[in-house]
């Protein structure tokens, strides 16, 4: 044996080594405390059959799946243990394979992916741009979009009167949130748009759901061997795999690093944070903190993309569920469309402002059913960083069935999934029609979630909650009540003949028909 030989051999011995003892290790803490569903493969577990809606909810807020090569992972939907996370989250991280996924989409200085301590300096620089105050500021941006979106769909249905126009959507109110995220985050520029921005702006277009997609047994596969590994430069060379997932996050990651060059540029000239215009989230972010000229350009620059691509993807999901909800149920659109125009009568543009959207009832119930139905991210992925108790609200069966349990016992290590989308269903919570969407569930002053008090909207765990919730939500809920007041005051909505439309739950839960992946056709008409 060669020299070359032997080190080559002697890496995959170590290497191998250790994966094992990785496997090993979390395999044996985790199945022996709490009871989950069996699985029929040990290569790949039963991961790929957890799927919405949550079919495991009679074994409690706390259960086990199996992951590949027997990684045992606790699904959490108990509020209790849901806060205890929330609230502790510098005991927590994200796992390394989702570390090198955010650094890869949005930035390696990008606010998701900071230190406990870095996350909460950051925020701080951040949260003045989307407080009321603020926002308020961005509802032109948002308004701007959607009624030019609406004049161009108004004009189809002009054209083919008195048919109806079959628009696929999803794409289109991508595009849009795309746009408006842009104009809130930018500012409406008069400069031109540089080619680069262009490039950026398209390849943004549901990325983080090309990115997860629907994931295959040998993506997963792959991921648990490389997460045992933990090395970054092992995830690094996974960037040149030759896959197409790969291809794109490549070229996302080039985009991304020369997207933030040019903004730090436009937003800093020789050192000069002048160039913004007002009423956009940069603006209002350069104003705030006691970091030096160059390390605030810094870190702005590094948070466009991020916000970007949240306030296009997670969001225009949201848009694109409560259009296709309101087309189901055209008794209940016309209702919600009634209370706009109310709303609307002698006031021009004042129904758009934030106080005068948040007291349409209607709409809010909607908006409020749609996010339960369909969070923006369905999980939260978490590997604990200390031994830790986690508390239950709830207890629930031991792995062996012998003893209730009402707290856990986490091993540094151990892999948690925080399963938001199954919280938002939770019979015990919502209901025996948790399942069905039910907007009359958030009228006449009903809370249903309000004893619970998870996340900051509704007592949805949608945004989750604690320090590390979602720093854009009341942005999200604003750039709802916009678009959605827009599209109802203009057009009707209805579901084609035919058609039948499931969720896919990937990054985010995005809609599909049986022909193609995210996609959503709808039927649109001028109103009578």
Same mark, same amino acid.
């Given at each position: 044996m060669s020299s070359s030989q032997f080190v080559l051999a002697l890496v995959i011995s170590i290497l191998g080594l250790r994966v094992w003892k990785k496997l090993n290790r979390i395999d044996s803490n985790l199945s022996q405390l709490v009871r989950g569903p069996g699985s029929h493969s040990w290569i790949f577990g039963n991961i790929m059959d957890h799927k919405v809606p949550l079919e495991y909810e009679g074994y409690g807020g706390a259960y086990t799946i199996t992951g590949c090569l027997g990684e045992k992972r606790l699904m959490i939907t108990d509020p209790a243990a849901m806060k205890y996370i929330y609230q502790h989250f510098e005991q927590f991280e994200r796992p390394p394979f989702e570390k090198f996924g955010e650094s890869a989409v949005g930035g390696p200085e990008n606010y998701n992916i900071f230190?406990?301590? %870095?996350?909460?300096? +950051?925020?701080?620089?951040?949260?003045?741009?989307?407080?009321?105050?603020?926002?308020?500021?961005?509802?032109?941006?948002?308004?701007?979009?959607?009624?030019?979106?609406?004049?161009?769909?108004?004009?189809?249905?002009?054209?083919?009167?008195?048919?109806?126009?079959?628009? %696929?959507?999803?794409? +289109?109110i991508h595009e849009a949130t795309l746009e408006a995220a842009k104009r809130a985050v930018l500012g409406d520029r008069s400069a031109p748009i540089s080619d680069m921005e262009v490039a950026f702006s398209k390849n943004c277009y549901n990325i983080l759901s090309k990115m997860t997609g629907k994931p295959t047994k040998g993506a997963l596969l792959i991921e648990r061997i490389l997460s045992s590994i933990s090395p970054q430069f092992f995830l690094r060379v996974l960037l040149y795999m030759p896959n197409e997932r790969m291809r794109i996050l490549r070229r996302h990651k080039f985009l991304t690093r020369s997207f933030v060059y040019e903004t730090r540029g436009v937003i800093g000239i020789e050192g000069h944070l002048e160039k913004l215009t007002q009423d956009c989230i940069l603006d209002v972010m350069k104003h705030t903190g006691d970091e030096t000229q160059h390390d605030l350009l810094e870190i702005i620059a590094w948070q466009v993309p991020i916000l970007l691509i949240a306030g296009q993807d997670t969001v225009g999901n949201s848009i694109t569920w409560a259009l296709y909800e309101f087309a189901k149920n055209p008794e209940w659109q016309e209702q919600v469309r009634n209370e706009i125009i109310q709303a609307q009568a002698g006031k021009s543009g004042e129904v758009f402002q934030p106080a005068v959207l948040d007291q349409l009832q209607y709409l809010n119930a909607h908006i409020k059913e749609a996010l339960r139905l369909y969070p923006g991210a369905p999980t939260i992925d978490r590997v604990a960083l200390d031994d830790i108790i986690l508390p239950l609200d709830t207890p629930v069966q031991s792995g062996d069935g012998t003893k209730s349990m009402s707290q856990i016992p986490i091993k540094r290590g151990d892999r948690i999934m925080v399963d938001l989308a199954a919280y938002n269903r939770r019979h015990s919570i919502w209901g025996d029609d948790a399942d069905t969407f039910k907007p009359s569930r958030w009228l006449n002053g009903s809370d249903p979630g309000k004893s619970i008090g998870i996340g900051p909207y509704a007592n949805l765990a949608t945004f989750s909650g604690g320090p590390q919730i979602c720093i854009g939500w009341r942005f999200a809920i604003l750039q709802m009540q916009v678009f959605l007041t827009g599209c109802l005051s203009k057009l009707q909505f209805r579901i084609p003949k035919g058609v039948e439309i499931r969720p896919v739950k990937s990054f985010t839960i995005y809609p599909a028909t049986q022909e193609k992946e995210e996609s959503l056709p709808l039927e649109i008409a001028l109103l009578n």
């Open positions: 230190t406990a301590r %870095d996350f909460q300096r +950051i925020k701080n620089l951040m949260n003045p741009a989307f407080k009321p105050a603020a926002l308020r500021g961005y509802v032109p941006h948002f308004r701007t979009v959607v009624e030019k979106l609406m004049q161009k769909w108004e004009d189809l249905c002009t054209q083919q009167y008195p048919d109806r126009v079959q628009i %696929d959507i999803h794409k +289109i």
